[in-house]
């Protein structure tokens, strides 16, 4: 029987991620293929256009959705966070 959440290999290959689960820091970095360093510029209060994430105690997280989603308005000129 299928489920809903499929392992998958990420591109390195190197750790298994699931479906529409939180991305890392340096997962985002690979999707939008910048540096992980101006992805953490991307997430600080006071820049414009943040990517959504959130904090897990020391961590950021990164739902995919919400990156892909951002993606998209960043392509049609909305500053919309």
Do not use: H
């Not at 990517?51 to 500053?79: C, H, N």
Request: net charge positive.
């Amino acid at each position: 029987m299928a489920s809903a959440l499929q392992v998958e290999r990420s591109a390195g290959g190197t750790q298994p991620r699931i479906n529409g689960c939180l991305l890392t820091i340096e997962e985002v970095a690979e999707l939008l293929s910048v540096p992980v360093s101006w992805v953490y510029g991307r997430t600080r209060r006071r820049a414009i256009n943040r990517i959504p994430g959130f904090r897990l105690g020391k961590y950021w997280r990164f739902r995919e959705t919400d990156v892909l989603a951002w993606i998209e308005r960043q392509k049609s000129g909305t500053r919309n966070a």
